[in-house]
């Protein structure tokens, strides 16, 4: 019989915040390219989040390019 290990509260967190890092790195995968152009799906996320709220600035970091970058999207 297999001893079960419990996991602090702690580390389920980390757990956590690492799935929804893997899950933004998908994302930026996605919205631009590896030199760093905002992709056509980048541009719909771009639309999409400033219409769920976002400024320009929080969408800049979480595709992780400067605000003046998407300033051509507005």
């Known amino acids: 019989m297999a001893a079960t290990k419990v996991k602090s509260p702690i ?5 956590a915040l ?5 899950i933004l790195d998908r994302i930026i995968s996605i919205a631009k390219t590896d030199t760093g152009r905002i992709t056509n799906d980048g541009k719909n996320l771009y639309h999409i989040l ?3 709220g976002l400024n320009k600035s929080e969408i800049a970091r979480v ?3 400067t605000p003046s970058a998407l300033t051509k999207y507005e």
């Open 11 to 15: 580390q389920r967190q980390v757990e």
């Open 18 to 22: 690492e799935e929804k890092g893997a």
């Open 50 to 52: 400033r219409t769920a």
């Open 63 to 65: 595709l992780d390019v």
